[in-house]
């Protein structure tokens, strides 16, 4: 069974660039949660999906970021017009019921804003 | 709102020794917590996972206690080893209705040979 993939590891991208982040989650898990983790901070959450629904997305930031979980496919994290703030690893984890005890978190995207 | 504290944020000690990180909460009302392992450049593994009604986890060389009333967590390393070199992570949630974990920002552990 494999683990929660994630895919860029590690992407490079110019400011004013897009930013596609790739999540699939572990198999037979439907709920997908992603978060940040800020250089020298902690992680912090950002949004909750579920297949073709966004159930949690207060902490996203209100500008650039989106997300998406289709019916087919792999969650994907979206971030428009990269700033150099955006730079950051990016988790995803999965469960296989909404309040599951343990997520299972992926090896994480590096973005790199330069 | 809840805040996780992790001191040290930072520990050398030479191999063989048994250490404790701590991990502090500032609300006592929380549903679980887990303690991760992060090595550099790597995901979260989930070491230890404490119900809010248990007092202690124990695996191998680790065990995890929890003080709910105090806002209190430690992990104790037992003969630590150069491979228990990483940042190991403190997470709460919240309450059996919320899905979101709360983390502390880590103590970065350098056992030496």
């Known amino acids: 069974n494999a683990g929660v993939m994630q895919n860029p590891r590690h992407l490079v991208r110019r400011r004013g660039q897009e930013a596609r982040l790739r999540c699939s989650p572990m198999k037979g898990h439907s709920h997908v949660y992603w978060y940040r983790q800020l250089p020298e901070e902690g992680l912090k959450f950002m949004v909750y999906l579920q297949k073709e629904n966004i159930i949690d997305e207060s902490g996203m930031p209100k500008e650039r970021f989106s997300a998406e979980f289709p019916k087919e496919g792999p969650s994907i994290l979206r971030i428009q017009q990269v700033v150099r703030g955006d730079s950051a690893a990016y988790f995803c984890a999965s469960s296989p019921v909404q309040l599951g005890n343990t997520i299972y978190f992926g090896e994480g995207s590096w973005l790199t804003v330069v | 709102k809840q805040e996780v504290t992790q001191i040290p944020a930072a520990l050398s000690v030479p191999e063989g020794e048994n250490l404790v990180l701590n991990c502090s909460f500032t609300?006592?009302?929380?549903?679980?917590l887990q303690w991760f392992r992060q090595d550099p450049g790597k995901g979260l593994t989930s070491l230890l996972l404490?119900?809010?009604?248990?007092r202690e986890q124990t695996s191998g060389r680790l065990n995890a206690s929890l003080d709910k009333s105090s806002g209190r967590s430690t992990l104790y390393i037992a003969a630590s080893q150069p491979g228990d070199s990483a940042t190991y992570l403190c997470a709460v949630r919240e309450g059996s209705g919320t899905y979101k974990y709360i983390f502390g920002t880590g103590t970065r552990l350098k056992v030496l040979a």
């Open positions: 404490i119900q809010s009604s248990q």
């Open positions: 609300d006592s009302a929380i549903y679980n």
